[in-house]
């Protein structure tokens, strides 16, 4: 159990602390106002737990329309049927948004529900927009 919940505590870590930092550079340093930023995170899960794990996501993605109008998509992939591991790329208009979504108490709630569900820390990646065909 103690393993669970420093998982959980590591995991939640990571990801505040990703969503956390401001954005530099790409379209803020451009002086066109805060860079739209994507998030790539990827979730080792217990073997058993994949389908526990797809609906605490889902619950969340049906909540973030109206609890997070800053967030334009929050998909979540799984590479083959098999796999343990899950790849969530989730895409924020600007700054306030990333900021909105670490305070959001869906998050927070997703969190503490997926705690006994990983095996290991996520993974996260942030990415700044730089470019885009828009």
């Known amino acids: ?3 669970g919940m420093l998982i959980a505590v590591a995991a ?3 990801l505040s602390a990703a969503h956390a930092q401001a954005p530099a550079g790409g ?3 451009a002086g066109s106002g805060p860079a739209p930023t994507t998030f790539v995170v990827k979730f080792k899960i217990k073997p058993g737990r994949n389908a526990d794990f797809e609906k605490v996501m ?3 993605q049906g909540q973030l329309a109206a609890s997070e109008p800053g967030n334009v998509y929050y998909d979540l992939y799984l590479p083959s049927p098999d796999s343990q591991t899950y ?3 989730e895409h924020y208009k600007d700054a306030d948004a990333v900021k909105a979504h670490g305070k959001d108490p869906n998050t927070q709630a ?3 529900a997926i705690k006994d569900l990983l095996d290991g ?4 990646l942030r990415l700044i927009l730089v470019s885009s065909k828009r």
């Open 58 to 60: 889902k619950k969340l």
């Open 1 to 3: 159990m103690k393993a």
């Open 12 to 14: 939640l870590g990571l």
């Open 87 to 89: 790849v969530l790329i």
């Open 110 to 112: 997703m969190a503490a």
């Open 121 to 124: 820390p996520p993974d996260a």
């Open 27 to 29: 379209a803020a340093a």
